[in-house]
C-alpha cells in the first residue's frame, strides 16, 4: 500500500467498533448492510410464501385458518414490494452507483445511513407487528373499506399503513442520494452518453420514485387519518370515495413493478455485455428505452381497476398504454439478442441467469399484454392468472436478474468469487422450480381460482396443478438454500477476486476487491463508454484526478452534462446522528399508530437529533476554511 | 362446486365470454408466436456465437463501425411487434365494443347486493307483485338478456360468473351493471372476485340458467309468499324460528321475520347450496349449518345456536317446509 | 443500544396489542342458551340491585374485535332504531354521561337481556349471551368507557354516518 493509499484510508474508513458501525456512512458499507437486509427479508417473504403454499397444496386443508392466511398473503406481498424488491434494488445502486461513476463518495451519505435504518425499523416494525399476531390482512393493496376503520379491525392496517411511511421515507431519500451522486459525482469525461446502461436505469428508477411515492404516502396517511382521527377521505357516507384509495395506489403501483424491473433491466445490460465480451448493441436505444419506459409507465394504472366503473374510452386508452410500454422493453431484449449473437459467449453462472431472464420474462411480458386488454383482464383479473403473470414479470424481470448480479458483483463486494459449480445448480433448481410452481397457476386462473382465497373445496377439481405448483416452490426454497450456502462458504473459502476476475469495462472493476474505503485511490478520467476497455488512449491527456485533499473528505463535484470538474466539496464524516434520528422517528411513527398525539410529543427527539446531526464541529470548519484559502495543489 | 355447476372462463355459455373466449385466442397464438421466434433467436444465438474466457480481449470494434445487418434484424423485429400489439390494440377493442353492445330490449332486472359472505339477489319488476328476493341463487331465462345491478352493503366485492362474462366490482358507495345473456341451459358457478376478509374464498353463487318456462315457472314459486307448515314438528321450528334469533337477521316472506341482515329464506330449501354455494342444501348439512356455522366457514356472522336434537329436528323441518 | 431500542419498540408493541388483538374466530362464539325472555327487575337511580349476570372472563371490552362485533350487531338488531347511533331518540341517548340504570357492564348487560319499561325490549334468550356482552363493550365505548385504540375511529357504514 503506498503513502497515499494508507493516508486516503484513514481519512475515508469508518470508525471501528460497534459505536462505529451505528456511525458508518460509507456508502460500500451502508451498501452491504441494506443488501444483506434485503435478502433477510427476501427469505423472510419467502418463507411466508412456502407456509401459503403448504395449505393450498390440498383442499380443503386446515394447516392454517382464514385469519392466519390473510396475514401471510398480506405479509408475503408487503415483505417482497416494500422490504424487498424496491430497497434491494436502492441497496445496490447505493453500492455499485458511486463505484460506476468514478466518486470517492455517494452524495448526502449521512442521509443515506438514515434512509437505511428507517428502511430496517420499518420491517422490523412489521415482523414484531405479525409475530405479535397483530400483522396487517388487508393485502399489500389494502382496498378500503376492508382495511378501513370499520372492517380492518384492530391496528392491523395501521401497521400496514405505517410500514409504507417508513419505507416511503426511505425510498425517497435513497432516490435523491442516488440522482444526485449521479449528476454530480461522476468521474470527469463521464459524460451522459457514457454512462453504465445500470446507472441510467438507476437514475430513471430514481425519478419514478420521486414522482410515484408521494401518491402513496398521501393515500396511506389519509388511510391511517380516517383509522385514527376519523376523517372521511375513504368514507362514501360522508362524500368520500372508496375509488379514491385504488387511483393513488395504483398510480404508485403500477409505476412501482417498473422501479423493480427497471433496474433489472440495468442489471442485464452489465451481464450481457460482460459475457458476451462485447458492448450492448444499441446504446442509444436501450436507454431512450428506459427513459420511455419510466414515462409510460405511469400511464397504466387503470388497468388494475378495469372491473370497477371505468369509462370505455378510458378503458381504451388504458389499453393501448399497456400495449404500448411493451414495445421498449422489446427493443431492449431485441438488442441484447444482438448482443449476444455477435458476441463470444463466457457461460458463466451470471449470464444463465440473464438467459434465465429471457424465457420467464418473455412470457411474463407477453401474460402482461393480455392482461392490458380489458375484455381478458375482466376474465383473468384477481385470479392465479394474475399470480402467474406477475411473478413471472417480477421473479423473470427482477429476481433472476438479481441472483445474476449477485454473481457478478460478490467478489466486488467481499474480494472473493462464488462457487461456480453450486452456482450451476442454484440456477437450475431455481428456474425449474420456478416454472413448476408457476406455470400451473395459468391454467388455475382460467379454471377460476381466484386469488386470495385460504383453501378451496376438493369438487372444483385445483387440487392437481396446486399440489404441483407446492412442490415447484420449494424447490425454489432449496434453491435459494444453494444459494445461502454458496455465500457463506464462498465468503470464507472462494477463490480470491483480482480487481477484475471476469474482465467487464466499466469503473467498479477499476479498483481493488473489495474496493478502499475511499473507492478509488486514483480518481479515474473517462474517456470511453467502457473506460477499462478503452482501447486508445489519448496520448497526453490525463489518466487520473489531481488535487484533491487526501487528508480530509473531499469529493470531485462535476457538471452535470459533460461532467467536467467544476468544484470539490467535503463530505460529511461518519457520525451516530442519522442513526438517532431514525429511532426518533421510527418511535415517533410506531407512537402515531396508536394516538395522533405520538405526532406532536414525537418530533420534540426528532428535532433534537437532527440538530445534532448538522452540528458543525470546530475541527472540520477550521480545516474547510483553510482549504478554502489554499487549495492543495500537487 | 356442487353437482355440475361450471366454472371455466374457457367455456363459454353466453356472448359475451364467447367474444372473450375469441380474443383469448388469438393472443395466445400471436403470443406463443412470439415467444416462439425470441426463443428460436436466444437458440441461434447461444449455438452460432463461439465461447470465450474472462481474460479474453472484449471486442469493441463496434464502437467505432456500425454494425448496419443488426441494425436492419432489431428494427425489423420491433416494427413487426409493434404491427403484432396493434394488431391485438384493435381486436381488443373490437371485442370490448362487441361486449358492451349487448341489446337490451325485454332484459330481466336484477339487483345484486354483496354481504360479507354472501349474496341478496332482488328481481325487480315494473309490477310490485313480481318483485321477490332470494340469495345466493341467480336464476336466468335462457337467451334473455339480464341486467345485474350490483352494490354493495360492506366491503368491495366482485361479481363473476367465468362462463357468461367477466367481472364487475360491488363498490360501496357506486352502483355498478354488468349485462349478461346465457345462451345454453346449464348451472354456472360465480365467485366473488375481490379480496373480502375471511370468508373470501367461500363466498360463492350459482347462476341457473334454463329455458323460459321453466325460469317462469321458478320465478312464480319464488313471488308466493312461505307455506305454513302443516305438521306439528315444522310449526314448532317455525315457533322457534320466529322466538330465537333466526328472525334478528333473516326474512321469510309472509311472516313476521323480515330482516335484510342475512338471506333471505323464504325459498331456502328450494335451492341448490348452503352458505353461499358452499355446503349441498341437505338436511343435515342445514342441521350442521345450523349448529355451527364457525365449522364450515370460519369467521362466518352467523352465530352457533346449540339447540338439542329435537329443537333442531323441528327448525330443520320448517326450513326444509320452504319449497 | 440498537437492540434495546428493538426491544422496547417490541415491548410497547406486545403491551398494547395482545389483549386488543386476539382472535378467536375458528373457535367460533360460545352460545348460551337460557330460558327465553323475562323482564328484569331494575329500577332507575338503584344500579346495583337486581343483577343476575357478572362479566367474567368473556367479556373483553378491551379486544378491537369484540367491541367492532358490538358495532355490527348494534346495526343488525336495529339499535339505531331508538338509540340513533347513540345520539338518541326514543331511546336514551348514549353518548352522554347519564346512565340511568347504571353503566358498568353487569348494569348494561342487564338492560340488554331483561329490557326495559317504556320500550326496551329484552333480548335474553333471543341472542347469544356473548352478543350481549359483545353489545355491553360497544355501548361501552359509545359512553367512552373503552380505550380509544381499542374502537375504530369512525364507521364504514352506507345507511347512516355512525359513530
Redesign the interface.
Known sequence: MTADAALLERTWADRPGFAGWLAAVDHKSIGKRFIVTAFCFFVAGGLLAALMRAQLARPDNKLVGPDLYNQLFTMHGSTMMFLFAVPVMEAMAVYLVPLMVGARAIAFPRMNAYAYWIYLFGGLMLYVAFFLKVGPDAGWFSYVPLAGPEYGVGKRSDFWAQLITFTEVSGLLVSIVIITTIFKLRAPGMTLDRLPLFVWAMLVTSFMVLFAMPSVMLASTMLIMDRLVGTQFYNPAAGGDAILWQHLFWFFGHPEVYFIFIPGLGFLSMLISTFSRRPVFGYPAMVLSLVATGFLSFGLWVHHMFATNVPELGKSFFTAMSMMIAIPSAVQIFCWLATLLTGRLNMKTPLLFALGFFFILVIGGLTGVLLGSVPLDLQVHDTYFVVAHLHYVLIGGAVFPLFGAWYYWFPKFTGRLMGERLGRWNFWLFFVGFNVAFWPMHHLGLQGMPRRVYTYSAEMGWGTLNLISTLGAFTIAASVLLFVINAVTSLRRGTPASANPWGAGTLEWATASPPPSCNFVELPVVRARDPLWDPAAEPGSPRRVQGLAEDTREVLVTTLMEARPDHRMASPAPTPWPFWSAVATAVMFVGSIFTPWAVVWGSIPIAIAVIAWFWPTRAETRKSLEREKQPALP | ??GHAL????DAAGPQ?G??VH??WL??AI?TA??AA??A??V???K?????????????S??TRA?PT??R??TA??AA??VL?MV??VA??A???A??SLPGEGALHIEVTGH?WWWAVHYDDAQLDRVFDTANEIHVPVGRPVIVSLES????H?F?V?NL?????L????T?SISLRADKPGIY?G????????????MAFEVVASPPAEYEAWAQAQRRPAAEPSDAQAQHGKELFM???CM??HAIDGTTAG?R?APNLTHVASRRTLAAG?LENTPQNLAAWIL????AK??A?M????LDGSDLGALVAYLETLK | MRNAAIACLAALALAAACEREARRIDTGMPPVKSAGPRQGTLQPGVPGKGITASAGPLYQEGNALYVATGKRLFRWYNCNGCHASGGGSYGPALTDATWIYGSSPENIHETIAGGRPNGMPSFRGRIPDEQVWQLVAYVRSLGGFVAKDVTSARGDSLGVVDK
Open positions: 362446486m356442487i366454472h371455466d372462463a374457457l365470454a367474444h372473450i380474443l383469448w393472443t395466445v403470443c412470439v415467444f425470441v426463443m433467436a436466444l441461434v444465438a447461444l452460432r456465437a463461439p465461447r470465450a474466457q474472462a481474460g479474453d480481449p472484449p471486442d469493441v463496434s464502437l454494425e443488426l441494425f434484424a432489431v423485429a420491433v411487434s409493434a400489439l391485438l390494440l381488443s377493442i371485442t370490448d365494443r361486449i358492451a360479507q352493503a360492506d366491503v368491495i366482485s363473476w367465468p362474462h367477466g367481472k364487475k366490482d363498490i360501496p358507495g357506486h355498478t358457478r365467485q366473488c372476485a375481490e379480496f373480502c376478509g375471511l370468508q373470501h374464498a367461500f322466538s330465537g334469533t334478528l337477521c330482516a341482515m358452499t355451527d356455522p364457525q365449522k370460519p369467521g356472522q352465530p352457533a345456536h346449540p
